[in-house]
């Protein structure tokens, strides 16, 4: 060929642990130009990887094997093949088309004059230019070695953006389980971009509670919280199930130790909280030693991280002590009707059935299922000869006992939180019906908030399938033919027709929480 590489000689290659390849697509029509570039970086080795040489004849061949490799650190690309412009089409395609801003396109000419070094930088994005007949075999290792800096330091900068954009979306709603793992990972991605190390990456936490600490610490009780890498998607498995023999003995050395403890090219860091019985932090492809600064940098993490996972438990704390209060004071209303027992929990569990059927957002689904309890707290203001009368109300004792929606919408109304904004709204519309005529305000259709319309609906299914003072319990069929027959007066058709579907699912939720004396 008319084109020579001039190697120099190269002292002994030294022996390197390797973690892995850098992909390195060579693009030329001479077979010479492949052979002779695979043994002049045969020993070459960056940031303990050596290169995975591709191989291309053609500028159509380069673009299928590049399209398919996204992952490829450099193309060594000569211009003149099928045509003389068939490598500045390939680098046009890998920029514009496949939108690929992070391998680095060195360009190589055996005909410069075909291809003008300062025409071709101006036009064209490529990051080097080369003549053949300059490229040494030194000058060849000093190009690689570069290009692949420069291009490790891209994807580094991708992977602190990726995270960063991660923690600003879930700083959003930091305070919900979903968002924190969102979180978590991110920053997760933004500690492994920092210590150049973007492999597999995993935070387990302690699926044991708060105060259930042991002496006898094992990592079988961790489940992992966040994941990257071979560990993405992973949340919530055990993580004797994605860890082989040799990271369940680090874990557990880091555990025992509540340490940082080192291996080869990973690490395992121990982080506690008085939530959990220990958090791990696994990261892998270290590059090399760690300095002090990144081990502080790992501390500070598993500081912060616990932090945020924290405040996270407690807020979802609060919320549940919110929900239990909400619970506990309506079956307390509800004990004021001796027969009641589990009604205002299956009410709340057939709620949320519904409205997931009926199409409202899972945020919706829950703020129903919560403040549905509330929908008889009006009920603490019915005389007990009313409430627990066993014969048919007067009609003065009817009106009586119809003030309980407005009763309930009055101690409730004047709240600033969200659950119990809803459960007013119910106390108030549970009692009106779809063709107008109930009650307190005889509203219609969708007049009555979609909140009323499913509380009313559970709340008639669940009264009748259980014996109530004046009744006893009905059989499924009678409550269906009932409930079918009010579709379009007392109920809205549309709901009538889910719980139609859903009869088998609402039968489970009352069997699953029956009453004592049913």
């Known amino acids: 060929m008319n084109d020579a590489f001039l190697f120099a000689d190269e002292s002994e290659p030294t022996a390197v642990v390797n973690h892995g390849h850098w992909k390195v697509l060579i693009v030329d029509d001479e077979p010479e130009v492949h052979t002779v570039t695979k043994l002049a970086l045969s020993d070459f080795s960056f940031n303990n990887k050596s290169l995975q040489f591709l191989s291309a004849y053609s500028g159509a061949q380069a673009r299928e094997i590049i399209a398919a490799n996204p992952d490829t650190a450099i193309i060594l690309l000569d211009v003149v093949m099928e045509t003389d412009d068939a490598g500045l089409l390939v680098a046009r395609y890998v920029r514009e088309e496949l939108g690929n801003e992070h391998v680095r396109i060195?360009?190589?000419?055996g005909q410069p004059g075909q291809a003008p070094e300062r025409q071709v930088i101006v036009n064209y994005d490529i990051n080097d230019y080369k003549s053949k007949t300059e490229l040494t075999a030194q000058k060849l290792f000093t190009v690689?070695?570069?290009?692949?800096?420069?291009?490790?330091?891209?994807?580094?900068?991708?992977q602190s953006r990726k995270g960063l954009e991660k923690?600003?979306?879930?700083?959003?709603?930091?305070?919900?389980?979903?968002?924190?793992?969102?979180?978590?990972?991110?920053?997760?991605?933004?500690l492994t971009s920092i210590l150049g190390c973007p492999e597999n990456a995993l935070l387990a936490s302690s699926s044991l509670v708060a105060g259930s600490v042991r002496a006898d610490a094992d990592p079988h009780d961790l489940v992992v919280f966040a994941g990257q890498g071979q560990f993405a998607k992973k949340e919530g498995k055990p993580v004797q199930e994605v860890l082989d023999t040799e990271l369940l003995a680090a874990f557990d050395s880091a555990l025992h130790s509540r340490s940082i403890v080192y291996r080869d090219n990973y690490l395992v860091a121990y982080c506690c909280s008085k939530f959990t019985h220990g958090s791990l932090l696994y990261i892998s492809g270290l590059p090399g030693l760690i300095s002090e600064n990144q081990k502080k940098l790992i501390e500070l993490f598993a500081q912060n991280v616990q932090i945020a996972y924290e405040n996270v438990q407690l807020q979802h704390e609060i919320e549940d002590t919110q929900r239990e209060i909400v619970y506990r004071l309506s079956e307390a209303v509800e004990h004021r009707s001796i027969e009641t027992g589990n009604h205002v929990r299956r009410v709340a569990f057939i709620c949320y059935d519904l409205a997931k059927a009926y199409?409202?957002?899972?945020?919706?689904?829950?703020?129903?299922?919560?403040?549905?309890?509330?929908?008889?707290?009006?009920?603490?203001?019915?005389?007990?000869?009313?409430?627990?009368?066993?014969?048919?109300?007067?009609?003065?004792?009817?009106?009586?006992?119809?003030?309980?929606?407005?009763?309930?919408?009055?101690?409730?109304?004047?709240?600033?939180r969200v659950i119990i904004q809803a459960g007013a709204i119910i106390a108030q519309d549970h009692h009106e019906k779809w063709d107008g005529s109930g009650y307190p305000a005889g509203k219609k259709g969708e007049e009555i908030h979609i909140y009323g319309r499913i509380a009313a609906l559970a709340d008639v299914y669940d009264a009748l399938r259980h014996r109530r003072c004046y009744k006893q319990a009905w059989s499924l069929d009678d409550v269906l033919a009932k409930i079918v027959a009010e579709s379009g007066r007392q109920f809205e058709p549309k709901l009538v027709e889910l719980f139609s579907q859903r009869v088998d699912t609402l039968e489970a939720i009352l069997q699953k929480y029956p009453d004592t004396q049913d």
């Open 106 to 109: 060195i360009l190589r000419t």
């Open 144 to 158: 690689i070695m570069s290009s692949l800096r420069s291009y490790r330091d891209i994807l580094s900068l991708e």
């Open 167 to 190: 923690i600003i979306t879930a700083s959003i709603d930091l305070f919900s389980a979903h968002s924190m793992e969102q979180f978590i990972d991110g920053v997760l991605q933004q």
């Open 359 to 416: 199409g409202l957002s899972e945020e919706e689904a829950e703020r129903l299922m919560f403040a549905s309890p509330l929908h008889d707290v009006g009920k603490v203001g019915i005389p007990d000869g009313i409430l627990n009368k066993p014969a048919k109300l007067s009609s003065g004792e009817w009106e009586v006992m119809k003030t309980h929606t407005s009763i309930g919408y009055d101690i409730l109304k004047n709240s600033k």
